[in-house]
């Protein structure tokens, strides 16, 4: 990728980054609220350790028109923080311009309530866009569906198939146009009240030009936020899968994106818990993920395998009830030797970032973890061993709580052939009021 121009997306609220400034709205609740007022941010991580990256940001209006740019140099092997965003009042998307790889998240956050999520930026727009949660009034969580045309030269036209979770019959269609580089929003609330309450299922979404998708959840007081997936894998691996852990408890979400019907078998931490039949883009969850209960603790990692030929997609919601805390992050089809997370923090007004690294591969492997701050200076170079098949925690990823603050990207390298994935897990320590948690997946190289 050197040496030319790279693309991010993020699809979002706010904002290939979607990204969003200020946008005054409902979260997709039923809960009684007013309207927050959502805001957001974004990193930028130079993925390059020899070379600055010169960047520019286009930031386009939810019909495509463009309404700002900012050029910005990024250091070699370092990372940049754009929050507040330059254009007030701003609800759109981001396109992210490299001379270097990048990689790149979006924060979002409302105030009055506190909430707070992540999702990454979409690097490989397709024409199709699988959603495995869908929510309409499910014991109070609605989401929202934001739909972002990628290509500028013309409009999308969309369309969308829904699915009850247990299901394989298509109980809703709708079709939308989205402007050239727009974006749609669909909030399953106050535009599918059709669905009717208490609505579990999933989305394909379909498309004739590509298009990036991120999925909010919320009932008005916690948020959760995921990207779509632009296609399927055999094999979703999840690096965390716990469950009574000071009250933190993930529920598990998977769809088969296939034409046709797959058994799909769930393992953690190497057992066998549980194989079920799904139909083509049938979906099927789980809360709590065993072994785990509500009163027995468990903290692990996952594995969804397909059956032979079989295309599946999944993602994780991490919950922690008495907390009023919330994030989601999405499964991955596969790892590399060097992961990379372009936002870790410590002491950072009382925000902690924690580390989970899955090691896909039969043998134990010696990876080394590198963090670099905002400045350039390295802050952490060390080595760390992930089990075969298993998954560690770094936490806190960088120091010591109390200790220095940091803020700053995090690269993870293994041997050659290994296979590696991770995700940041942002919380505050001490507890901060709000859902003040957020989740990302670490971008595989």
């Not at 199709?128 to 999308?156: C, H, K, V, W």
């Not at 969850?285 to 295309?311: D, F, R």
Request: glycine share 14%.
């Amino acid at each position: 990728m050197k040496g030319r121009l790279v693309k991010v997306g993020i699809v979002g609220v706010i904002g290939l980054l979607l990204l969003g400034g200020s946008y005054y709205g409902r979260v997709g609740s039923a809960a009684p609220l007013g309207a927050p007022t959502w805001s957001s941010g974004f990193q930028i991580q130079n993925l390059d350790g020899a070379n600055p990256a010169n960047v520019t940001v286009i930031y386009r209006d939810g019909n495509g028109a463009q309404v700002h740019s900012q050029s910005l140099t990024v250091p070699a092997g370092g990372s940049t923080t754009i929050f507040p965003l330059p254009v007030s009042g701003f609800d759109g998307t981001v396109e992210i311009q490299s001379d270097r790889p990048v990689a790149a998240i979006a924060n979002l956050l409302t105030s009055n309530p506190t909430m707070l999520d992540s999702y990454i930026g979409v690097t490989s727009p397709g024409t199709q866009a699988f959603l495995p949660l869908i929510m309409r009034e499910n014991g109070g969580y609605s989401t929202a569906i934001y739909i972002q045309n990628t290509d500028t030269a013309g409009p999308a036209n969309v369309s969308l198939e829904y699915r009850r979770t247990g299901s394989a019959s298509v109980v809703k269609s709708r079709t939308v146009s989205i402007p050239a580089g727009g974006r749609a929003t669909i909030r399953q609330l106050e535009d599918d009240s059709d669905l009717g309450s208490g609505w579990v299922g999933s989305v394909r979404v379909s498309s004739d030009r590509p298009v990036a998708a991120v999925v909010t959840q919320s009932n008005g007081s916690i948020l959760f936020s995921y990207n779509g997936f632009s296609q399927g894998s055999q094999r979703m691996y999840l690096p965390l899968i716990m469950c009574a852990n000071s009250g933190w408890c993930t529920g598990l979400q998977v769809m088969n994106v296939g034409s046709g019907p797959t058994a799909v078998t769930l393992k953690v931490d190497g057992v066998v818990r549980d194989t079920v039949n799904l139909g083509p883009y049938e979906s099927k969850t789980w809360y709590p993920v065993l072994p785990g209960t509500m009163t027995q603790k468990h903290i692990g990692s996952g594995v969804l395998e397909a059956s032979a030929g079989g295309q599946i997609v999944a993602i994780v919601n991490e919950l922690n009830v008495g907390l009023g805390q919330g994030m989601s992050y999405v499964g991955f089809g596969g790892g590399t030797s060097a992961v990379s997370l372009p936002l870790v923090m410590t002491n950072n007004s009382n925000y902690q970032v924690g580390v989970q690294i899955q090691n896909l591969g039969p043998s134990d492997v010696t990876v080394q973890v590198r963090a670099v701050s905002n400045d350039g200076s390295v802050a952490r170079n060390d080595t760390v061993t992930v089990p075969a098949n298993k998954s560690t925690t770094l936490y806190p990823a960088v120091g010591t709580i109390p200790g220095p603050r940091f803020v700053g990207s995090m690269t993870i390298t293994g041997p050659s052939g290994s296979q590696l994935v991770a995700i940041a897990n942002q919380i505050t320590q001490p507890q901060q009021p709000g859902d003040t948690s957020a989740v990302y997946n670490a971008f595989n190289q």
